[in-house]
């Protein structure tokens, strides 16, 4: 079955930079992409970019081009997010999840547990 | 950017009760919508993809509809357990959009 398992919570200075992980397993990896999503304290869900795990070619979301890098590791299954130059509105829960780009049936199928980032001023 | 409004933003129903979310794409879609639904403090789940597709699992009283620009979630019978977030998600181009979510409330 399909997982995403992702690295713990995270506190940083503002100023910064974070770096989330999320560990794929149950399926081919570069088959599919990965999108991040991020939801900040009782807000709604928010796209911030995506990444193929077989080309690695990203599209992140325009307010945040600049500061977020997202890389994947076809050896070990797993993508990465890094922030950088956070902000106290950085301050969220950070969600992988799976994503097939032009197969509806697999587009954010699968979500990690999410990660919280808290940035302090 | 395509934006998605998404109405009501909350609501009030009683359990057994027939509701509608709606979500209004700027511009044409396709079929591309996904229906998610959050729990407090949980991980999104998805009820709905390509607009009408019932995710695997998940109980047939969820069903969507639409194409374009107009795009329905319905839940035929509420059930106690489906008094939560919904959110709608446009994934015909980058970036993709959510929609701003419907906090549904027992009445």
């Known amino acids: 079955q399909v997982h995403l398992v992702q690295s713990g919570p995270e506190v940083k200075k503002a100023g910064a930079s974070v770096k989330v992980s999320c560990k794929a397993s149950?399926?081919?990896?570069?088959?599919?992409?990965i999108s991040w999503v991020r939801q900040a304290p009782g807000l709604g869900l928010e796209w911030m970019g995506w990444?193929?795990?077989?080309?690695?070619?990203?599209i992140s979301a325009q307010e945040l081009q600049g500061r977020v890098t997202m890389t994947t590791d076809s050896a070990t299954s797993t993508a990465y997010m890094e922030l950088r130059s956070l902000i106290s509105d950085d301050t969220a829960v950070y969600y992988c999840?799976?994503?097939?780009?032009?197969?509806?049936?697999?587009?954010?199928?699968?979500w990690g547990q999410g990660t919280l980032v808290t940035v302090s001023s | 950017d395509i934006q998605m409004t998404q109405s009501p933003s909350a609501m009030s129903a009683s359990v057994g009760d027939r509701v509608t979310i709606t979500c209004r794409a700027s511009?044409?879609?396709?079929?591309?919508l996904a229906w998610f639904q959050q729990k407090p403090g949980k991980v999104p789940k998805r009820l709905i993809y390509?607009?009408?597709s019932l995710q695997s699992g998940v109980p047939s009283r969820f069903s969507g509809s639409g194409s374009g620009t107009e795009f329905t979630l319905t839940i035929s019978s509420l059930q106690p357990e489906d008094f939560t977030t919904y959110y709608c998600?446009?994934?015909?181009?980058?970036?993709?959009?959510f929609g701003q979510g419907t906090n549904l409330e027992i009445e």
């Open positions: 990444i193929s795990a077989h080309k690695g070619n990203t």
């Open positions: 998600l446009q994934h015909n181009s980058y970036p993709y959009t």
């Open positions: 149950g399926y081919t990896f570069t088959s599919y992409g």
């Open positions: 511009q044409g879609i396709s079929n591309y």
């Open positions: 390509a607009a009408s």
């Open positions: 999840a799976r994503d097939g780009g032009i197969t509806p049936r697999a587009v954010l199928d699968y």
